[in-house]
């Protein structure tokens, strides 16, 4: 095997490292955005990470509601002719949305970053600012917007759609609360909401839940902000009320979702009354339905492992009132940083080192 197949393939020409920026490189990459009145940011651009940040603009308060947003540009090279470009967006409430591309001309990455408005990324549902984040695909005018993150904070609750997965797998929904003290929240919160909603499931520090997303874009991402609106709109609305009215009115949306938590629990029950039964059936040895009998269980389990998202057997709780007259969310935490530029490195790594150090 040639040696350059054999070091292709063991990966160290995938992965070799990429030298720092030069000022000629530098200088050839921020002529377009100079020539748009965007001014590089030198101190916060890294050279040895081929990654260059530009001046902050602010933007004026977008509606009634949302108020003013500040923007900043990233233009990320990690190698040869492969470039991507990120717009961050932060309110001043920390509530931060992105917008990214990939190509290889910095200044057709700029045209399609400035042909959608910034206030494309925002919307007031029940009075609460919603970012949503996409990356750009395909080479129509304007491109098509993918949603890769839904974010919001109701009540003191940050909740986060991470629509970035794998197509035709369900989507992570994650709320996450902002307070010093304990924090209580039903399960079935936005399962209520309706089938392609499941349970959340408290782990270490918040409640984690799915939501099944179809079809292809865009109008898997129309879906998805649909509902991550409906969610906001349903939290907002149920939050601002006592606990005990969120079980009246939603009595028997609460027992429908028990009902589907025991589905596959009744399956499994059936599964097996009906093996039990069939043991005392007598079949003749050449029919059909013996045959059918005896591949049934592995059939089965393929099945089973097929699945996308496969359901857990659990013998739901069922659903009660309140006794609490208020929800117990906790008291206020000290005010949080805002949301990072998502660069894709490492936010544990150390600072970056400033374009303007020359390199040893």
Not at 323 to 334: N, V, Y
Request: aromatic share 6%.
């Amino acid at each position: 095997m040639p040696d350059h197949l054999a070091a292709y393939f063991a990966g160290s020409s995938r992965d070799a490292a990429v030298h720092p920026l030069t000022h000629h490189e530098i200088l050839s990459l921020i002529a377009p955005f100079t020539r748009r009145g965007r001014q590089a940011d030198l101190e916060a651009s890294n050279r040895s990470e081929r990654r260059l940040c530009f001046k902050p603009v602010e933007h004026g308060a977008f509606s009634a509601t949302i108020g003013a947003a500040q923007e900043v540009l990233t233009l990320e090279n990690p190698r040869g002719k492969q470039f991507r470009l990120i717009r961050t967006l932060t309110l001043d409430n920390g509530l931060a949305a992105t917008l990214q591309v990939e190509g290889d001309d910095p200044d057709v990455l700029l045209t399609k970053i400035e042909s959608i408005a910034p206030q494309r990324q925002f919307r007031t549902i029940e009075g609460v600012a919603v970012a949503f984040s996409y990356q750009l695909t395909g080479s129509d005018t304007p491109p098509t917007l993918e949603l890769t993150r839904g974010a919001a904070t109701v009540a003191g609750i940050h909740v986060v759609l991470k629509a970035d997965t794998v197509k035709g797998y369900p989507v992570a929904i994650e709320l996450t609360p902002d307070s010093a003290g304990p924090v209580e929240l039903p399960d079935d919160l936005l399962a209520v909401i309706g089938w392609g909603w499941s349970p959340l499931r408290k782990s270490r520090g918040s409640w984690n839940g799915t939501l099944k997303a179809r079809g292809r874009e865009p109008q898997r991402s129309h879906q998805l902000e649909l509902k991550m609106e409906k969610a906001v709109g349903h939290m907002a609305r149920t939050l601002a009320q006592p606990p005990s009215q969120f079980h009246e009115t939603l009595r028997r949306a609460r027992w429908a979702v028990t009902f589907r938590r025991g589905i596959p629990l009744l399956f499994f029950i059936g599964l097996m009354a009906l093996a039990g039964g069939l043991t005392m059936v007598e079949m003749p040895q050449d029919s059909i339905w013996n045959l059918l009998l005896m591949g049934a269980p592995p059939l089965l389990l393929f099945a089973a492992f097929s699945m996308r998202d496969t359901p857990p057997l659990e013998i739901p709780p069922l659903p009660r009132r309140f006794k609490t007259d208020a929800w117990q969310l906790g008291s206020p935490a000290p005010a949080m940083a805002a949301v990072p530029v998502a660069t894709g490195r490492d936010p544990t790594s150390p600072a970056s080192t400033p374009v303007s150090e020359r390199d040893a």
